[in-house]
């Protein structure tokens, strides 16, 4: 027989011997009546006897007048019964509520009555018929105080355990004693003195289980180090009977959940989740949830991690009043703000896998199948280990021998996955431009080469060669474009995406900067969490609008103002991505924020020269266009590579419309003549000769 099975044999037994205790008591107190006249009096008796699964033998006996000393020695059997059977390891299930719950003797025993009343229809006719609870068929205070030796009016306080824990259900309507009201044993609770220990089901709708999978059942070693600093101090903690609120610092839930999930294996214990923001609101049904969670933690050998997202004030107050008030082992997912509670705390830092250690997974991952991926993928990428094999099972099974075609596949899944976290705080650019389409002075274009040549071998200066460990900030790649507008700053953010195969993506201010104190911070915390994560470049256009120079404080809102610029220096600095930073007012930065970026790449209103070759690559190989285009004309035209882009597009629409459907050169100065009036500039009757040529004929 197994553990658990002896377990519900000896627990029913006691049950069995509890509920004769019970019976026996009360019988003790009921008033001997004396034979009737009549024999159809005894007939309805036995019939109610035989009705209920009584035997001959049992009916004859509790018909004859019983013999007080009798009754008595059964008493004492039934509790010499019970006192052996808690001699168990574990004990019964009324024993273990008496020991986790902190009942007292009386309180124990008004629970045994209320279970027996539960489980024997006898119990409660038997109530009925004591004088002091005559004609209630039912179990209440006034009975226990007459039935049990050592009453303790203490049972009836609102914080003993009885009616603290919710154990039993009062029914007192009006102005009915307390005394005399009748008690029921909570559904809860009799379930569990039967065996049968499940959580409660008012609390299933608010709380899921926490299904936490670490394949080979190990962590990468910088999580088991944080986990093993987590067993070693619960377990210290609990011999001091002072358990602490585990806070799991971060932005990486994955991981701290299955840390959290680690440890309450570890400690046998069943990880429950819930986000604070489904607890209830109002103030009985928050502080019905919190006894009830307390006394499931007890009965139950439970653990809770509580998701806190953007949590508010108000919220703060409910959570620590929730901690305050729980005993048992509870798992807090928070970023970097510690919470204001009254119990002791550890606070962890729980990251993913170093850079080094997702390698390693990759390796054993792909299995061999390509030798130069892993580096690279750890390196532009950061995923927990759940997450890297399934990833790698993923491009596995998409069978193919060709390794450029796999390695090809592999790096387009993680750009996939790694979108996740971003597309809801950015906008992805469909990056489009090559190097070939890019026109700018050398210079510039070396000091964009150089920027991808960084980005791209980052990992190897940083961990390789050993500069991570030397430096402390810096270790991101900031680079500012700034020129005109149409110059060509997008334009050369997307040839880095494109050559660096990774996702742009812009910047909206409009959803970053809020007008709440603390709001633009919190958001530019996410969007940068999710970007290193993702490996995704940002670009922040018209960033003078965010990055603007730090003000003299006036008021409160300058102050909060510079606040949000000196967290945005600091952010950006310690930022291990690429972040482009796009301006046509270069003046309006801030020089402290300027003077730590790593490169600043001018660019240029484009001369003569860059603006023939710009009308040369601006039509598509396979847009119709006229073979007579005189580009040394249209680069006379003082517009920069967006505007030329403009025209280039309206001269097609307008082409489109044509007999002919060919780009020409009075279309395209007739697109050119609108698009200046457009930007306001003073236009020469020179510029646009072919098209009064045109309008003479």
């Known amino acids: 027989m197994s553990d658990q099975a002896n377990w519900i044999e000896i627990n029913n037994k006691h049950l069995a011997a509890m509920i004769v205790w019970v019976r026996l008591r009360l019988q003790r107190l009921v008033p001997v009546a004396k034979p009737p006249v009549k024999r159809e009096e005894p007939k309805m008796l036995s019939s109610w006897f035989r009705s209920n699964r009584t035997t001959e033998k049992e009916e004859k006996k509790m018909l004859a007048p019983p013999a007080s000393a009798s009754i008595d020695e059964a008493i004492e059997r039934a509790r010499q019964k019970m006192l052996e059977l808690e001699k168990n390891n574990p004990p019964p299930a009324l024993s273990l509520l008496t020991n986790n719950l902190g009942l007292s003797e009386f309180d124990r025993n008004v629970l045994a009555l209320c279970a027996a009343a539960a489980l024997d229809t006898r119990i409660n006719i038997l109530c009925a018929k004591v004088p002091e609870n005559f004609n209630k068929p039912y179990p209440t205070f006034a009975l226990a105080f007459v039935l049990f030796e050592n009453p303790d009016w203490g049972g009836l306080s609102p914080h003993g355990p009885l009616r603290y824990w919710r154990l039993l259900e009062i029914n007192q309507p009006g102005a009915q004693p307390l005394t005399s009201a009748a008690l029921a044993i909570d559904e809860r609770i009799v379930n569990y003195m039967k065996g049968l220990n499940y959580l409660d089901d008012r609390l299933t709708p608010l709380i899921d289980p926490m299904n936490i999978q670490i394949i080979e059942g190990r962590l990468p070693p910088s999580q088991h180090q944080t986990v093993d600093t987590i067993i070693a101090n619960l377990k210290y903690s609990n011999g001091l009977g002072q358990i602490p609120v585990i806070e799991l610092l971060g932005h990486d839930s994955a991981s701290k959940r299955q840390v959290a999930g680690i440890v309450s294996a570890a400690l046998r214990l069943d990880l429950k989740t819930i986000s604070f923001k489904v607890l209830p609101d109002q103030i009985g049904d928050f502080e019905t949830f919190t006894r009830l969670w307390n006394r499931e933690s007890l009965l139950m050998p439970l653990a809770l991690y509580i998701e806190v997202d953007g949590m508010a004030d108000t919220e703060k107050t409910k959570l620590k009043r929730f901690l305050g008030r729980s005993s048992g082992v509870v798992f807090l997912d928070i970023q970097d703000a510690k919470t204001d509670v009254t119990r002791n705390r550890l606070s962890v830092e729980v990251n993913k896998p170093t850079p080094v250690e997702q390698e390693q997974i990759w390796i054993k991952a792909l299995k061999g199948k390509s030798t130069d991926q892993p580096q690279r993928l750890a390196e532009q990428f950061s995923f927990d280990q759940n997450e890297i094999l399934r990833l790698a099972k993923m491009t596995l099974n998409q069978a193919t021998e060709d390794e450029s075609v796999f390695n090809k596949n592999l790096w387009q899944t993680c750009r996939t996955a790694a979108r996740e976290g971003m597309e809801q705080l950015a906008r992805r650019i469909d990056t489009k431009a090559d190097w070939e389409l890019l026109v700018l002075p050398p210079e510039q274009k070396a000091l964009l080469q150089q920027i991808t040549g960084q980005v791209a071998h980052r990992s190897r200066v940083y961990e390789n060669w050993g500069f991570r460990q030397q430096m402390n900030r810096g270790l991101g790649i900031n680079a ?218």
């Open 480 to 697: 500012l474009f700034a020129g005109e507008s149409g110059t060509g700053k997008t334009m050369a953010a997307e040839v880095i995406a494109n050559a660096l195969e990774l996702d742009l993506y812009r910047i909206d201010l409009s959803a970053v900067v809020s007008k709440y104190i603390g709001e633009t911070e919190k958001n530019l915390h996410k969007l940068f969490d999710a970007a290193e994560d993702s490996g995704a470049i940002l670009f922040f256009d018209e960033a003078d609008a965010l990055f603007g120079k730090r003000s003299e404080v006036k008021d409160s809102h300058d102050r909060y103002a510079n606040i949000e610029i000196n967290y945005l220096l600091q952010r950006m600095e310690s930022y291990c991505g690429l972040a482009i930073l796009a301006t046509n007012m270069k003046s309006a930065l801030d020089k402290a924020f300027v003077r730590r970026l790593r490169f600043i790449v001018d660019f240029p209103f484009p001369d003569i020269e860059q603006r023939k070759e710009l009308w040369q690559k601006v039509f598509p190989s396979s847009t119709p266009v006229d073979e007579h285009l005189d580009f040394e004309h249209l680069a006379k035209l003082n517009l920069t590579g967006g505007n030329i882009h403009n025209v280039a597009l309206n001269a097609a629409f307008l082409a489109a419309q044509q007999p002919h459907g060919k780009v020409t050169m009075p279309l395209i100065l007739n697109a050119a003549r609108t698009e200046s009036k457009k930007l306001g500039h003073t236009m020469k009757k020179s510029d646009f000769q072919w098209l009064d040529v045109k309008e003479a004929q």
